[in-house]
């Protein structure tokens, strides 16, 4: 679908009454391939495409979205669009973004879109190569699959303000998952990623026998009292220790005051040193994209910097409530209005890596395994289940299980520790972290 569509559509929902609109479409195809226990198991392919239209009427909004682009669709579209919007509730914040805000042409070339389409043959032999590493790791006895995938995605925005701008990338992902032990001891492990281009994802083996590997290393995992000691979050999870942040700097958050970080900004979150950077640039980086999903410049920024927290993530309707302006950092999909996201964290590193940090911790918990975290926005107070490795004087003494760590964010977030190994594997990127003195609950 070409610009002058979706420009006609929005000219046609301010003729129907509309103040202002915008109108998007989204189209995706995806083809996945799945083995196990080396027979093919399954072959999805997928194509879609979507029309969205949002209008507003005074303070009164409405989105919908559909399917179905042909020209009696679209005009059924627009007409259902402006009458929701009448009758929609007013909200003073809720609007366009500002016409000085939007991002100009032309955008940077970030490299999202990589020539090469797999066929379901060259998925299949990829899944199968990853499943064949992970099976021939001693002690795995079974197997949950390898999968490998291939996908291409575009976004259209035009907005009543002028703005037009699109948005496409590919997207290779490649997993594997094995079972290792018998019985009641059976421990599963396993391995993922995905890049924008096939030649960025690490070789199929290697991530078999990666999942191989962490399968093996949970068996005879044992349960440990209860007591305080230092945790290590290892480099695959450590961002999910971050996310809990990016919630509590969000700017609905920070509108209904519902955030334990709400009194924070400018102000020392992490240790003098830390910084958390967004790069929305980077070639070929999975969140990379040169506007959000209001059409505003997404820009490179340290929303933590030498430890002080300097942003709240702002969309225009959370920006006009806070009496502030956008950080470009909206995200909607095609129905219903903007929340906001972030695209390529890092987290800056330390000096040691893993084995240092546990050098330094002496005896602790090495986190491995993270579930069903628990968080209370208002206060910062987290839990989440785990299972790992545990290690004294700096040395692995085998994996555990069945255990809970908690501890309070604002309280973590002042004493976390990054380490020296980080690796750029998906969207949001951290070393391990080192957080002394955590309560462990356990048998």
């Known amino acids: 679908m070409d610009d002058n569509l979706l420009s006609d559509m929005v000219s046609a929902a301010l003729k129907a009454g509309a103040d202002t609109a915008e109108a998007v479409f989204a189209q995706r195809q995806s083809l996945s391939v799945s083995v196990r226990l080396g027979e093919l198991e399954e072959v999805e392919r997928e194509e879609a495409r979507d029309l969205g239209l949002r209008v507003f009427v005074g303070n009164r909004s409405a989105t919908v979205s559909g399917s179905d682009i042909s020209s009696d669709a679209r005009a059924k579209l627009i007409e259902r669009a402006v009458a929701m919007a009448r009758l929609a509730p007013e909200d003073p914040y809720a609007s366009l973004a500002p016409r000085e805000r939007l991002a100009k042409g032309p955008f940077p070339d ?164 830390v910084s958390l950077i967004e790069d929305p640039h980077r070639v070929r980086g999975l969140g990379s994209s040169p506007f959000d999903d209001e059409g505003v410049p997404t820009v490179r920024r340290a929303l933590i910097d030498d430890g002080m927290l300097t942003t709240w993530l702002l969309n225009t309707s959370s920006a006009r409530q806070l009496g502030l302006e956008t950080t470009g950092h909206a995200s909607r999909g095609l129905a219903g209005p903007s929340g906001v996201s972030t695209s390529n964290l890092t987290l800056s590193t330390g000096t040691r890596d893993q084995a240092g940090l546990m050098a330094d911790a002496g005896t602790g918990l090495l986190v491995t395994s993270m579930f069903g975290p628990s968080l209370n926005g208002n206060t910062g107070d987290w839990s989440v289940g785990c299972s790992g490795l545990w290690f004294e004087n700096g040395e692995i003494t085998g994996p555990v299980t069945e255990i809970t760590v908690a501890g309070n964010l604002i309280d973590i977030y002042a004493r976390l520790i990054p380490g020296s190994d980080l690796e750029m594997r998906g969207a949001n990127n951290a070393p391990s972290i080192l957080v002394d003195g955590l309560a462990i609950a356990g048998k």
């Open 110 to 273: 970030l490299d999202l879109i990589d020539a090469y389409e797999p066929a379901a043959e060259a998925l299949e032999a990829q899944a199968r190569l990853a499943e064949d590493a992970a099976r021939s790791v001693e002690g795995v006895t079974n197997s949950d699959g390898g999968s490998a995938s291939w996908s291409s995605a575009s976004w259209r925005l035009v907005t009543s303000d002028g703005f037009s701008g699109n948005h496409a990338a590919t997207g290779h992902s490649l997993s594997c998952s094995a079972i290792a032990g018998e019985g009641a001891g059976m421990e599963r492990g396993g391995e993922g990623r995905s890049a924008r281009h096939f030649a960025d994802l690490p070789g199929a083996g290697d991530i078999g026998h990666e999942a191989g590997r962490s399968a093996v290393a949970r068996l005879n995992a044992r349960k440990i009292a209860s007591t305080t000691a230092p945790v290590i979050f290892e480099n695959r999870l450590a961002m999910s220790l971050i996310g809990p942040l990016l919630g509590a700097i969000s700017g609905p958050s920070i509108a209904r005051g519902s955030s334990f970080l709400k009194d924070k900004l400018n102000q020392q979150v992490f240790a003098r040193g």
